[in-house]
């Protein structure tokens, strides 16, 4: 992969995930949102349960974030509070 096909904003991130600088979740995340073709608001949708990075990927982190939020139920509607 050639640094000037990824998008600037990804550049530095990228350049620490080959150095070996970034943390296996953040080097995850970053391959998460490689997969994507460099958007992460679309990584955050990954479905690809199947894929062994899964687990630790930015959408599995997103889904729990919904799960665990108390003003959210599990088929995305918000609960009305007091
Ligand atoms: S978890 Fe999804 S976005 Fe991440 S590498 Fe696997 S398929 Fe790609």
Avoid at 14 to 33: D, T, V
Avoid at 38 to 51: D, F, G
Wanted: glycine letters at 4%; one cysteine or more.
């Amino acid at each position: 992969m050639k640094t000037e096909d990824i998008p600037k904003r990804y550049r530095k991130m990228y350049e620490r995930a080959i150095a070996g600088k970034l943390s296996a979740k953040q080097a995850i995340k970053c391959h998460c949102i490689h997969c994507f073709g460099w958007k992460a608001s679309e990584a955050r949708k990954c479905e690809n349960t199947s894929c062994p990075l899964y687990p630790l990927s930015p959408a599995a982190e997103a889904l729990r974030e919904r799960q665990n939020s108390p003003e959210e139920d599990l088929s995305g509607n918000v609960q009305e509070q007091d």
